[in-house]
């Protein structure tokens, strides 16, 4: 019977995946498919064709191809049940095919031939588009060939075999404000390949170091389908991976663009690995960068001109300042910091680095909360809060902290709040009212804040949301550039309404929207974004999304509604977060994201936290005052 494999293999007491009783009835071909992206031992996607009734089955290592050139394998699998069509999720250890499984891609096909030896088909999917070849290779009933048999799509280029780096010229640090220094660590220069999941790793000379830097593995699983060519550094003592350029995304070969738009395409990939993310970059920066980075025994800046393109080989648009011999490491200026217990609390610890990349300790994370404790103390008031805590550092691990009974001290306020879900049904978050629960949160290394839409009211009681937020998620290869542009619709779609929303940085890739507001059902939130959301989706279903899995975002926005949930949180206005840089989930005007057009536009550190304030004041001081009242949902 058809699928009298399929469920031999299967657990349907263990497994999630869909194991029907009965075999289908139809005969015949098919016109729906599924590819599925499935993270099992190794890296695979899942093609799947409905055919007499089932889907039929090819695992292929490294993904559909893209030009007609490429030829894949590909591996023909039991047939699998209709349901599967829209199965994602974990399949257990232990079960078969165990990992995690995503949609891909989905959509309709037609069949041009259908034979036990081959197969042609035209697939009308998002990503998956064009006419293909499956060809049966004669070595076994399982071993088949996939080829894209259409022309190779206008301007797409394949991903290049060899390259070679572009190497700075040793010099002064250069004048200027479009220079982007970007740190050095003396270490191995690398050419990355990306394709198909995997990732080969070669040197200057091309010599292939792949074998040697098992600790790498995870970067081409960690990309997907996304094909790329990267220019590297190893670190000398951990041979982590400092990514540096980005030379080819994609089937577009970027080299011939600026370095600034290189760097832009490069932040927007999924790049904060365990041993490899980005190099350190500070767009119009100065010789306080050069001190900064000689303070930390590191050997050199590379200033690279905003307007460059990549060439191979010695260029004077690159250049390498020594912070080492020639020049004395200067210790870095740190501005003062209160070391000295604030009321109750006390640091210990104050030199700790939390944050290795730009050197920042324990001390300037305390300064940074008491600096801004006026404006960000209000948007934390009554509201329960989700500490994340990093006890060893951001290149370390961090875990959340909800419960506090066990170690917070009595002048901590903490409020007793359901946790559906977790690991209890309720749990004691600490409430942050002043100044001495900032320093006690810093003192623990909480560097990020998160709290819901809503304020406890008497005895600990929850009151209805005063918040509606949109959070905007950038899917692969959009930024904040993009989210920006989503804000601007989505303030003009609910001006109509009479209503006004606020923008903020999440401190991270993206951004979000709030808007004060009285309901009188919690519901009302989430049903108003939601619809918010989907309409925008609807009018631009190619650059946004209203949908959660990640297989619909790339190239597009997701307006993530569901952040109402009284279940959820967001990271709260003048936190810090836990990335590379003590970045800061900053208020903005709305000049400021009109004027957008690089990530760097929207990227605030710590230390420009108090000119800022000093400024605007708080930009989001709105939401603590003159609530608006939603509109009724349109039908």
Not at 431 to 458: K, S, T, Y
Request: net charge negative; glycine share 10%.
């Amino acid at each position: 019977m058809p699928l009298d494999e399929y469920r031999r293999k299967r657990d349907a007491a263990r497994t999630p995946e869909p194991v029907p009783e009965t075999d289908p009835q139809v005969t015949g071909p098919g016109t729906r498919f599924v590819i599925q992206e499935h993270h099992a031992r190794r890296l695979h996607w899942d093609v799947r064709l409905e055919h007499d009734g089932v889907l039929a089955s090819w695992a292929v290592p490294k993904g559909l191809p893209t030009d007609n050139e490429t030829v894949r394998l590909a591996v023909r699998t039991e047939d699998h049940p209709m349901e599967y069509l829209d199965f994602h999720g974990e399949i257990p250890a232990g079960e078969y095919g165990a990992g995690s499984m995503t949609i891909w891609d989905t959509g309709t096909y037609e069949t041009e031939k259908w034979h036990h030896r081959e197969v042609a088909v035209v697939f009308h999917g998002e990503r998956a588009r064009g006419r293909y070849l499956f060809i049966r290779t004669g070595r076994g009933e399982d071993d088949w060939l996939l080829r894209r048999s259409d022309p190779t799509p206008a301007g797409h280029e394949p991903l290049p075999r060899d390259a070679r780096p572009m190497e700075p010229t040793p010099g002064p640090l250069p004048e200027g404000d479009d220079w982007w220094l970007q740190v050095g660590f003396g270490g191995r220069r690398v050419i990355v390949r990306v394709d198909g999941g995997r990732a080969t790793v070669a040197d200057a000379d091309g010599e292939d170091l792949t074998a040697t830097l098992p600790h790498l593995r995870g970067l081409g699983p960690s990309l997907s389908a996304t094909r790329a060519l990267f220019d590297g550094e190893l670190a000398p003592d951990t041979a982590d991976l400092w990514i540096g350029d980005l030379l080819h995304l994609d089937g577009r070969d970027t080299a011939a663009l600026p370095f600034r738009e290189r760097r832009a395409l490069l932040d927007a990939l999924p790049l904060a690995g365990a041993h490899w993310r980005p190099a350190p970059v500070f767009p119009g920066a100065g010789a306080e960068v050069v001190t900064a980075v000689a303070a930390q025994g590191l050997p050199s800046v590379i200033a690279k001109a905003g307007g460059s393109v990549y060439a191979p080989g010695p260029s004077g648009d690159w250049v390498e300042v020594a912070t080492g011999p020639g020049r004395p490491a200067a210790p870095r200026p740190v501005p003062p910091v209160r070391r000295a217990p604030v009321g109750k609390a006390r640091l210990t610890n104050p030199d700790k680095v939390l944050y290795p990349m730009t050197g920042t300790t324990k001390a300037e994370v305390l300064e940074h909360y008491l600096a801004v404790a006026e404006v960000m103390l209000p948007h934390l008031r009554d509201r329960p809060v989700t500490m994340v805590r990093w006890p060893d550092g951001v290149e370390r691990g961090s875990f959340f902290e909800k419960d506090v009974s066990r170690h917070a001290p009595s002048w901590i306020r903490t409020a007793r709040v359901g946790t559906p879900g977790g690991r209890s049904e309720s749990a004691d978050f600490p409430v942050i009212d002043d100044e001495q629960g900032l320093a006690w949160a810093a003192n623990l290394a909480a560097l990020e804040l998160h709290v819901p839409q809503w304020r406890l009211g008497p005895r600990d009681g929850r009151h209805p949301p005063d918040l509606v937020v949109f959070d905007l998620d950038p899917g692969d290869g959009t930024t904040v550039v993009d989210c920006a542009r989503v804000a601007l619709r989505i303030a003009e779609r609910i001006a109509d309404d009479g209503l006004v929303a606020y923008p903020r940085t999440s401190g991270g890739k993206g951004m979000q929207l709030y808007l004060p507001v009285v309901v009188t059902r919690p519901e009302q939130t989430s049903e108003f974004a939601k619809a918010i959301a989907e309409d925008l989706a609807g009018d631009d279903p190619k650059r946004v999304t209203a949908v959660m899995a990640k297989a619909r975002r790339r190239g597009r926005i997701f307006v993530d509604w569901s952040q109402n949930n009284p279940h959820k949180t967001t990271i709260g206005s003048y936190s810090l977060r836990g990335r590379a840089r003590p970045t800061v989930a900053t208020p903005l005007t709305w000049d400021e994201v009109r004027a957008c057009r690089t990530p760097a536009d929207l990227t605030f550190l710590h230390t420009d936290l108090p000119a800022r304030i000093a400024e605007h004041g708080d930009l989001m001081a709105p939401l603590l005052r003159d609530p608006q009242r939603l509109p009724r949902l349109r039908s």
